[in-house]
């Protein structure tokens, strides 16, 4: 993606490096430029903002990954790639407390008349 500039942002709690948009107010990832992304492009994206997430609430990977009831291999594979199935995803959602955030992505249809 050209047009978002990506800046490194040191994970304290890692002591790694990882992109961050630079246009970003907060060090959460934003979703804002996401449109033309591919799909691994958009899921390294999440990734990033679950991590932002995480090290906000300052929780190490360890300790999330037990709270998400998943491996702590599965859980930092997700972190460093975006890669993860869709239970794994639902269970972070859930460990975040987050599962109403589901229903923006699919809101009910209005009802027929």
């Known amino acids: 993606m050209?047009?978002?500039e990506l800046v490194p942002y040191l994970d304290p709690q890692l002591?790694?490096?990882w992109?961050?948009?630079e246009n970003c107010r907060s060090m959460?990832?934003?979703f804002e430029q996401c449109l033309g992304m591919s799909s691994?492009?958009?899921c390294r994206r999440l990734?990033?903002?679950i991590r932002a997430e995480r090290v906000e609430r300052g929780l190490s990977q360890k300790r999330?990954?037990?709270a998400c009831r998943i491996?702590?291999?599965t859980y930092k594979r997700f972190e460093l790639n975006g890669k993860a199935n869709l239970d794994t995803f639902v269970r972070v959602v859930l460990a975040f407390e987050r599962p109403a955030g589901f229903e923006s992505l699919f809101p009910p249809a209005a009802p027929r008349l």
Request: hydrophobic share 40%.
């Open 2 to 4: 050209d047009n978002i």
């Open 47 to 49: 990734a990033e903002r």
């Open 71 to 73: 491996p702590l291999r």
């Open 64 to 66: 999330f990954a037990e």
């Open 40 to 42: 691994p492009e958009l």
């Open 28 to 30: 959460k990832p934003t």
């Open 19 to 21: 992109p961050i948009c």
């Open 15 to 17: 002591g790694l490096f």
